[in-house]
Structure formats: structure tokens, C-alpha cells
């Protein structure tokens, strides 16, 4: 998640590598003179200008990207030479790189057994400590290269980074600001230090440094979908528009931008766009449920309820059991006048969340347009139960028991669906039909005219209530 980790050690820390050289002519003049001994001594030499050769091949090929090559050269010049620290620290850094993490440690602390005042080894182990996991003793080998080298930009953001990643995102700021007084260009601190304001909810300062990481970084792929992230939790939706835009420009497969770009969108009810764009996430990234759920959901609320079906049945092959999307599901295809299908969804998503008023209210009014009322009924006293002070709860109940001939019960729970929410209008109107049922057509005039007012597509009867 944190950036400049590996970039640093590849830039920075093979600057303490030390080429061994050895006087040629010297050593020649000493084995004409000395004799077997003096050849002894030689073949080390020889040995050891072989390991530095190897050594010095393995930094090109890492630096290459040929991980795997550079790290067999390492070994090789460690054949030659066992004590050889730089090799170690190279092989403990190409290690890293591979994600071979164990045997990096292993490499890292032999060279600093041979070497303890090595700067890069400690720095070393400490990158390789916190990919591994264990960011305190990653934090204590960051202090210990702090020690050796108290001004090390490098060093000062790798400890911000683990003791971020450890959960101390205040001391991680600190670590960065260090950093960035020492070079105040330093593009991975910059990035970093604007993820720990991010995630502080400091979002105008966090921007600030990411627009900064972005001026000297050359516009990079991965603080442009930081910054952009850090503007859309500012609440700055056009702005953020705009950087993923630019982002997907630089990487039109980023199925994340795709996806925060929908959301975006869909804030701004724009659900057409907001359809493309989790369409588009979905092309990058076929795998994603939620991308899936959240194209239906914007096609649903666009209107293109069949088209909502198929999206919301792609994300449930992805993961049957999602709650969120089996209800969507059953909205849908009520919607479409499916309605055995939308109630068998309705049930599936019931067994997840038995007490859900989200799924009792709807499937018990589907029932009831379904004329179950056996079903129903129970269902909306269950619903009651459970949500005793849910207006939809009483809304819905009455409404079972108006269907069922009860009208003086359903009376009762409309009263309390209206008490509980006064401006549920339908509740106002349907308590006004069930007055007028049991012939209150004062009252019922009364409850009329107060749903009219609170949702004047609900008219007031013209005639049949002054009897």
C-alpha cells in the first residue's frame, strides 16, 4: 500500500557498496618472493576480486530487473568469499525484491554480524522485516540505521512506513515531515505522508501533499488514484471526477478508478454514466461482486429495471449469499412482475437475516398482491414484533389486516404507523379508505385531506364520503 519502499532501496542504499580493489603488481612481486606462502595468499586475493566481480555483475542485473539472475551471482561471489557483507546485504535486498522474506532476514542479519555499523544492512532489514509482518522489529532496525545516519531521508521514511502500517499513523507523520525537511522534494515521502493525513481525515493538507508528490513525481499512475481517493473523501466529487478521469487516461484497465468514478457518478445521480463506468470496471476486472451489484443498482435506479436483473444475478454467481444483492435481486424483478421469482429471492435473503424489516416488509406486501394472505398476515405480526416502532412495520401490518376484512385492527395500525412517522402520507390515505370502510367519512375527510397535503398525487375522493 505505502509507496517508495523498494524504489529507495534500489536508489539509494547500494551506495554503501565498497569495490575491494587489490595492487596487481604488489601481490605479483610478493609471490616471486615469498614463495608457496605467498601463493597461498594470492589465491585469496584472487578469490576475493572474483567475489567483488560477481558481486558487482549481481548490482547490474538487479538493477536490470533480472531479480532472479542477480541473486545466483550473489551466491556465487559467497561461495568465494563467506564473509563478504556487501554480497550479503545485495543478496538480502534481491531476496526482498522476491518476496522471499525469510531468507532475506537470514542474509541481512549475517551481514550485519560481519558488519554493524552498515547502514544498508540495517535499512535492508528493516524493509525486509515489515513486507514480512513484524513491523516492531522492523522499527527497531530503522532506529538502529537512524543511529548510524540520523539524516537519512530514506531510512525516516521506511520507519514512517512501518510504524504507519503498525498503527502509530501520528508518529508515521512525524517520521515523514523529518524526511521531508531534509529534501522537501522527496516524491515517496511526499505519497506517504499524504496516505497517514488521508487516513487521519486531514484531507485539505493531504492534498496539498499529494499535489506535490504529483509536481515532482511526474504525474505517477499510483498518487494520482491516492490523490483522486483523498478528494472524494473531502466530499470534492467534481474534482475527483476529474482526477480519475485523468488517471484512466494514463491507465484505461484501472478497474478501481472505473469503479470509484461509478460511485461518483452515482452520487451525483448521473446513473447512466455510473452504469458505463462499473461496466467498464467489470471489462477490466471480471471477478468484482460489488462491481457487479453496484451497475445493477445503477441501472435500477435508472430505470432499466431488466437490465438490473442480469447485473444483480452476475454479482450473485460471483457470491451467492450477499445479502444486499438478494434484495436488490427480489426489487427487481417485483418491479418486472416476476413476482414467484422476486418472493423466492425474498425468502433466500430471509434465511441470512431472519429479522431483517428490509426483507419481512416487502415479501409480506408481495404476498399480499400475490393474495397469500395466510402467509402474509403472520408475517407482518412477526414484523411488528420485531420492529415495534418501525412505521413501515404498522404500515404494512395494516395493511394485512384491511385486506383481511379487519378493518378496526388495521385502523389501529395506521394510527401508529402515522403516530410513529407523521408525514407517511400513504398511511394518512389508507387509514382514510379504512374509516370510510367502517363509515367515519368525517374522520376518514380528515386523514384524506391531511395525505393530499403531504403528497398531492394522493387526491381526495370527490364523492361517496358525505353519507
Not at 35 to 49: E, I, T, Y
Not at 102 to 117: C, G, N, Y
Not at 366 to 386: C, D, N, Y
Amino acid at each position: 500500500m505505502l509507496s517508495g519502499i523498494f524504489s529507495e532501496a534500489r536508489r539509494g542504499l547500494r551506495r554503501s557498496i565498497l569495490m575491494r580493489r587489490f595492487p596487481l603488481i604488489a601481490l605479483l612481486v610478493c609471490a616471486c618472493l615469498l614463495g608457496p606462502a605467498c601463493s597461498r595468499a594470492w589465491a585469496q586475493k584472487s578469490k576475493a576480486s572474483e567475489a567483488e566481480r560477481l558481486n558487482s555483475r549481481g548490482v547490474q542485473l538487479f538493477q536490470a530487473g533480472q531479480v532472479d539472475a542477480a541473486i545466483a551471482l550473489y551466491r556465487q561471489a559467497l561461495q568465494l568469499d563467506p564473509e563478504y557483507p556487501e554480497a550479503l546485504n545485495n543478496l538480502g535486498l534481491a531476496l526482498t525484491t522476491g518476496k522471499r522474506y525469510d531468507e532475506a532476514i537470514l542474509a541481512l542479519r549475517r551481514a550485519i554480524a560481519l558488519d554493524s555499523k552498515s547502514l544498508a544492512a540495517y535499512t535492508n532489514l528493516g524493509l525486509a522485516l515489515y513486507y514480512k509482518g513484524q513491523f516492531d522489529e522492523a522499527a527497531v532496525a530503522y532506529r538502529k540505521s537512524l543511529e548510524l545516519n540520523p539524516r537519512s531521508p530514506e531510512t525516516l521514511n521506511g520507519l514512517g512506513a512501518t510504524l504507519f502500517s503498525a498503527g502509530h499513523p501520528d508518529e508515521a507523520i512525524g517520521m515523514y515531515r523529518r524526511a521531508l525537511a531534509l529534501d522537501p522534494r522527496y516524491v515517496d515521502a511526499l505519497n506517504n505522508l499524504a496516505i497517514a493525513l488521508d487516513k487521519s481525515q486531514q484531507w485539505d493538507e493531504a492534498i496539498r501533499y499529494y499535489e506535490q508528490a504529483l509536481q515532482y513525481g511526474l504525474g505517477q499512475p499510483d498518487i494520482f488514484s491516492n490523490y483522486a481517493g483523498a478528494l472524494q473523501h473531502a466530499g470534492r466529487v467534481e474534482d475527483a471526477i476529474l482526477a480519475y478521469r485523468r488517471l484512466l487516461s494514463m491507465v484505461p484497465q484501472n478497474a478501481n478508478a472505473w469503479f470509484q468514478l461509478g460511485r461518483l457518478y452515482s452520487q451525483k445521480n448521473m446513473f447512466d454514466d455510473a452504469a458505463n463506468s462499473f461496466q467498464k470496471s467489470l471489462d477490466a476486472q471480471p471477478d468484482q461482486p460489488e462491481a457487479a451489484f453496484n451497475l445493477a443498482r445503477a441501472l435500477q435506479d435508472g430505470g432499466k429495471s431488466a437490465d438490473a436483473v442480469a447485473a444483480y444475478q452476475r454479482g450473485l454467481a460471483l457470491k451467492p449469499d450477499d445479502f444486499q444483492g438478494l434484495c436488490g435481486l427480489a426489487a427487481a424483478l417485483q418491479k418486472e412482475k416476476r413476482a414467484q421469482e422476486s418472493i423466492a429471492a425474498y425468502q433466500k435473503a430471509l434465511t441470512l437475516q431472519p429479522d431483517s424489516a428490509d426483507v419481512l416488509a416487502p415479501l409480506a406486501t408481495l404476498l399480499m398482491q400475490e393474495g397469500k394472505l395466510a402467509e402474509a398476515i403472520p408475517m407482518s405480526e412477526k414484523l411488528v414484533t420485531l420492529h415495534p416502532d418501525d412505521a413501515i412495520a404498522r404500515f404494512v401490518l395494516g395493511n394485512a389486516r384491511f385486506n383481511h376484512g379487519e378493518y378496526a385492527l388495521a385502523a389501529e395500525s395506521y394510527r401508529e404507523a402515522v403516530r410513529l412517522k407523521p408525514d407517511l402520507a400513504q398511511a394518512h390515505y389508507n387509514l382514510g379508505i379504512t374509516l370510510a370502510q367502517m363509515k367515519d367519512y368525517k374522520t376518514a375527510m380528515l386523514e384524506f385531506t391531511e395525505a393530499h397535503r403531504l403528497d398531492p398525487t394522493l387526491e381526495v375522493p370527490k364523492e361517496g364520503l358525505s353519507k
